[in-house]
């Protein structure tokens, strides 16, 4: 695995545990008796929201999200960057950068088609981080699956 250099003033495990982490989360995401995917599911994995103390580059976070679930599957693809930049300036919200509200990620998602939201948020509390994966059914708004793993630095 590359080092991404995803963290700027904390070890190296910290990726290593990240990923251990996320594989846990996707590993049982994709076995849950929520989530239905056939071919050609698309998701929306919104930026990873970052409510820790550290220096984090979120969108190569959200990447490794996306890779490690077209990994793990064949049968999804993903809602492209360049189709929600011009959905948000449509909306008005061009200049947001970060991750989004619930709410208009699920009316961007609404509006093409897309039948899962994954949105993820690392927290960090004493030396110990939490990351947390939620998924909702876009046509309805249900969360079909949320998970959360800790992971220590």
């Known amino acids: 695995m590359k080092n991404f250099h995803l963290f700027t003033h904390k070890p190296k495990n910290i990726l290593l545990n990240f990923d251990a982490a996320l594989d846990n989360i996707i590993s049982d995401l994709l076995k849950s008796n ?4 056939s071919n050609n599911t698309l998701f929306f994995i919104d930026i990873l929201k970052n ?3 550290s220096i984090l580059d979120t969108k190569k976070l959200t990447d490794l999200i996306k890779n490690k679930i077209a990994k793990k ?6 809602f492209e960057t360049q189709i929600i930049d011009e959905n948000k300036k449509k909306l008005g919200l061009s200049n947001i950068q970060d991750s989004i509200d619930t709410g208009t990620a699920l009316l961007l998602s609404r509006n093409n088609n897309v039948k899962y939201y994954l949105n993820s ?14 998924l909702i059914l876009v ?3 249900e969360i079909v699956f949320v998970k959360t793993e800790k992971f220590y630095f």
């Open 34 to 37: 929520n989530v239905f995917i």
């Open 51 to 53: 409510n820790s103390n």
């Open 73 to 78: 599957t064949n049968n999804v693809y993903f």
């Open 121 to 134: 948020c690392l927290s960090e509390e004493k030396k110990k981080f939490s990351l947390k994966i939620q």
């Open 139 to 141: 046509r309805t708004g």
